[in-house]
């Protein structure tokens, strides 16, 4: 059984401040991964993906995977009070199918 | 927004009655599929469609049905309703299955309750 675990939170991060997200993963074969956020209520729209060991940013975001350890997080820079929301973690797993964590409910306080 | 749209956005039904639940796309993406959120656990996959009249199940297909008669229309239909069913439920869309960047877009869903 192919697994996605994260942390369901809350996680409340002051204004301003990094909001850290982890996600660990079981299938060591998995190829790429995925941080989707979604608001109360609404579907789950794509931040940011990252395949290859290391970071990758993209403007206060920061994806950072692990493969030899098996995690990504996502760094949230700079964080706004529009940044709460739950993020999704999903992993592409050797099977190509798309294995997604219970997300992680992110609470910025002003 | 990528143009997918589901259709009823809330349906309310009895124990024991077909629903079926509508996904319409107008990206012409090969990859259709149909998740259940429930609390506590991601998305879970129900069926997806690689192509018309191509489909297969996901992790949680039991109850369920789907058909994909057009590239741009995926149904999914819940035989007989259980209140195990009541969820919210989304399609979503996608180019490819392979490529290591594809993205998902998701449609608004369908809150689906049971009762």
């Known amino acids: 059984q192919k697994e996605v675990e994260q942390n369901s939170g809350p996680l409340s991060v002051p204004e301003g401040a990094i909001a850290s997200l982890n996600c660990t993963y079981s299938?060591?074969?998995?190829?790429?991964f995925f941080w989707y956020r979604q608001y109360s209520g609404k579907s789950p729209e794509l931040i940011m993906f990252?395949?290859s060991n290391g970071d990758k940013e993209d403007g206060r975001f920061t994806a950072q995977l692990n493969k030899a350890s098996q995690y990504v997080s996502l760094l949230i820079r700079d964080s706004q009070p529009s940044d709460s929301a739950t993020y999704l973690c999903?992993?592409?797993?050797?099977?190509?199918?798309?294995?997604w964590g219970a997300g992680t409910k992110l609470i910025i306080k002003p | 927004d990528a143009g997918i749209t589901q259709s009823p956005r809330h349906k309310v039904t009895e124990t024991g009655t077909p629903v079926t639940l509508r996904c319409h796309q107008t990206?012409?993406?090969?990859?259709m599929y149909w998740y259940r959120q429930d609390p506590g656990h991601g998305l879970r996959l129900i069926h997806y469609?690689?192509?018309?009249?191509?489909?297969d199940k996901g992790e949680v297909s039991d109850g369920y049905s789907v058909s994909r008669s057009k590239t741009e229309d995926f149904l999914l239909t819940l035989e007989s309703a259980t209140s195990s069913q009541t969820s919210v439920y989304f399609c979503?869309?996608?180019?490819?299955?392979?490529?290591?960047?594809?993205?998902?877009?998701f449609g608004q869903g369908t809150r689906l309750t049971v009762v």
């Open positions: 979503a869309i996608s180019e490819s299955e392979v490529a290591l960047n594809t993205e998902a877009f």
């Open positions: 990206e012409n993406h090969r990859y």
């Open positions: 469609s690689y192509g018309v009249k191509d489909t």
């Open positions: 299938d060591r074969g998995s190829q790429s």
């Open positions: 990252i395949y």
């Open positions: 999903a992993v592409k797993a050797s099977n190509y199918q798309l294995i």
